[in-house]
């Protein structure tokens, strides 16, 4: 099960840390843009994937995970479709655990052809999705999940402010996203690995700590994808409650405070890979520390 492989690599790197690869033209350093002022989608596309697979070769050794939010190349259209998927296929290359942050669902047999598509047809080790259609629109990537060993990371509770006006909704006793939580443990019970975590996970943003604490005792035995850390505000004493005790149970995503790195001060005088790969060191340690101060050793 990729879940108990996630799990063995967080541990054997000492760092429950994914960097997400949200990566737009313009996040680029100069030397890795095109010199024709408006490139065409192909050459953006290009530029992208050079800076990716770069990235990659240098923090493979450091972190676990990588995730790749198709948005972001969706926008440079087939050209950039490729990348996103040249992109997995380099980093699964690498050694590393692949997300394609899709959050795609739909009913059943739409469900079933997402599924398809990135479950079967990518070098995705996890997908994300959405729950809003119920069971029927989650079964065919549990039944893909159970048949590959891959699995999913459903969205409960996300870090967006407004994600509030829907997911905080009383549902008869209980919030909407504490139902959908609910919900997602109940799917992952049969899909569940050695060290106690199931292929079937859950996005918790990192900005609402109380919650995830709340969540992370609802879902024992579910793996948290945690997005919201650096950029969108919450440091590494907010994400600690999402981890058991042994320091599992959660990789925490950073997206734009790796990939802008190299735009920092305190990076001056780095190249950008090198600004990337001493960011992810500084967050390893970061998070490492408001474990300890929690009681947990990586």
Same mark, same amino acid.
């Given at each position: 099960m990729l879940i108990d492989r996630l799990c063995e690599a967080i541990k054997e790197k000492k760092c429950p840390v994914c960097v997400g690869l949200d990566t737009k033209y313009d996040y680029l350093p100069a030397a890795y843009r095109s010199r024709n002022?408006?490139?065409?989608?192909?050459?953006i596309a290009e530029c992208i994937f050079d800076y990716n697979?770069?990235?990659?070769d240098e923090f493979r050794e450091i972190v676990p995970a990588v995730k790749v939010q198709s948005a972001f190349y969706? +926008? *440079?259209?087939?050209?950039?479709?490729?990348?996103?998927?040249?992109?997995?296929s380099y980093a699964e290359e690498a050694g590393l655990i692949t997300i394609a942050d899709v959050k795609r669902n739909d009913i059943g047999s739409t469900a079933e052809a997402y599924s398809d598509a990135y479950l079967l047809g990518s070098a995705a080790h996890f997908v994300t999705v959405n729950a809003y259609f119920g069971s029927d629109g989650i079964a065919p990537f549990i039944k893909d999940c159970a048949e590959t060993g891959k699995g999913i990371f459903v969205v409960v509770k996300t870090s967006n402010p407004s994600g509030v006006e829907f997911q905080d909704l009383d549902a008869g006793g209980k919030k909407v *996203?504490?139902?959908?939580?609910?919900?997602?443990a109940q799917w992952g019970a049969a899909l569940t690995g050695r *060290? !106690?975590?199931?292929?079937?996970?859950?996005?918790? !943003?990192?900005? *609402?700590?109380?919650?995830?604490?709340?969540?992370?005792?609802? +879902?024992?035995?579910?793996?948290?994808? $945690?997005?919201?850390?650096?950029?969108?505000?919450?440091?590494?004493?907010?994400?600690? $409650?999402?981890?058991d005790g042994n320091g599992l149970g959660a990789i925490v995503n950073s997206s734009r405070g790796i990939l802008l790195a190299y735009k920092k001060d305190e990076y001056a005088g780095l190249s950008s890979t090198q600004a990337a790969r001493q960011a992810l060191i500084d967050m390893r340690k970061e998070i490492a520390g408001a474990l300890k101060r929690r009681g947990i050793e990586l």
């Open positions: 002022a408006e490139p065409e989608q192909k050459t697979r770069e990235l990659i969706e +926008m *440079y259209g087939a050209p950039g479709i490729q990348c996103f998927l040249d992109t997995l *996203y504490q139902a959908v939580a609910d919900k997602v *060290y !106690g975590y199931s292929s079937v996970g859950a996005v918790v !943003g990192a900005t *609402y700590p109380e919650e995830a604490k709340e969540l992370r005792v609802r +879902m024992k035995n579910t793996f948290f994808l $945690v997005p919201g850390y650096g950029a969108q505000g919450a440091g590494a004493d907010d994400i600690a $409650v999402n981890f």
